[in-house]
């Protein structure tokens, strides 16, 4: 089979690899296509995590099971598949408690096993066993399943901020992930929708029509997001992207009592923040964290896309072959495309 191979800075080389044999516990899925997520493109650009050096990226994806070992129950040959691909130990603390997202031992498809940039996956039993692995429902396509994964983190994180009808929102990060969070919000009944991103994405915001967006380029996002909610401040602010100052805009931009979601994750190397914790006592605020997702998050995701609650064909702006995967990942690194999609 052909896969794509990390083997260093901006150096996915495709090759030719020997098929895995498909063990009593495992099955094989023939990968249809595979997004290209925010976490690939800093592992391009900055290397893979956890000291691993040269790998199959790419978790994203949805396909078509191939083979299916003697002993695997409930899938077939021909059923459509999508990846929910984090993999917990399922013995720790955190997992015994169903928050496998906090795993002691977490690892995921992409990064501790060949991921989905390949014409073929193989998945080990024990990575089946932990229930990564979801069918498709009717009416949902295979590039539309492609958006379940990263939607689940958005429901997560939405679920832990207590959002809900009536409440208002500001979303920090006009990338694909903001733009899942804007219409995320609107499913569960949002009253008002502001979106602070850069206006070489407006285009791309403004098919999500959001209810207002901040140019923060040119606007100070709190002082505008305190005249667009009558002088109090939004319910709720995620920051959905990896920039540090977006935290201290998102404190500066609540009401009284107000959440704020850190959902992006910030550079290592940089990951201190100035929070003014005079506002978070006096204004009783609330701020948390937000990371991955639980199953039940995933399969939300597909019953979303399902309900056209989520608009797959919005994201999807380019898409190219595995041979052109380094192109897909250049463009996708200047931030112009929204998802892109890479197809064997």
């Not at 080389?13 to 997004?35: H, N, S, T, W």
């Not at 929102?169 to 609107?186: F, K, T």
């Not at 959902?263 to 914790?277: D, E």
């Amino acid at each position: 089979m052909k896969a794509a191979l990390f083997e260093g800075l901006e150096k996915l080389v495709v090759r030719e690899m020997p098929l895995a044999e498909c063990g009593p516990g495992d099955i094989i899925i023939k990968i249809y296509a595979c997004g290209i997520c925010g976490g690939d493109i800093r592992n391009y650009y900055n290397g893979l995590r956890h000291g691993i050096k040269s790998q199959v990226m790419g978790h994203e994806f949805s396909g078509v099971v191939h083979e299916v070992g003697s002993e695997v129950t409930g899938y077939q040959v021909g059923d459509r598949i999508a990846a929910a691909p984090d993999v917990s130990c399922g013995e720790c603390y955190y997992c015994k408690r169903g928050w496998v997202n906090l795993c002691n031992d977490h690892k995921m498809i992409g990064t501790h096993w060949p991921g989905g940039f390949a014409e073929y996956i193989h998945i080990p039993a024990f990575v089946l066993s932990r229930g990564f692995l979801h069918h498709i429902p009717e009416g949902v396509s295979l590039e539309a399943a492609c958006l379940s994964e990263p939607a689940s983190s958005v429901i997560a994180g939405l679920e832990r901020a207590q959002f809900g009808l009536g409440d208002s929102i500001l979303i920090l990060g006009d990338g694909p992930i903001g733009c899942l969070h804007i219409e995320a919000a609107r499913a569960l009944g949002a009253a008002k929708i502001i979106i602070s991103g850069n206006l070489r994405r407006l285009e791309s915001l403004e098919k999500f029509h959001p209810d207002f967006i901040i140019d923060a380029s040119s606007e100070d996002v709190p002082s505008r997001v305190r005249e667009l909610t009558d002088g109090l401040g939004v319910d709720l602010a995620i920051c959905a992207n990896p920039v540090v100052a977006t935290q201290e805009q998102a404190v500066q931009s609540v009401r009284k009592r107000g959440r704020v979601v850190l959902f992006g994750g910030v550079p290592k190397t940089a990951p201190m923040t100035q929070l003014n914790s005079n506002t978070i006592h006096y204004d009783e605020l609330e701020v948390v964290g937000a990371f991955s997702y639980e199953t039940r998050h995933h399969l939300k995701a597909l019953e979303a896309i399902r309900t056209k609650a989520l608009s797959p064909e919005l994201y999807f702006t380019k898409t190219v072959s595995l041979d052109d995967i380094n192109e897909g990942f250049k463009s996708a690194g200047t931030g112009k495309a929204l998802k892109i999609l890479v197809k064997p």
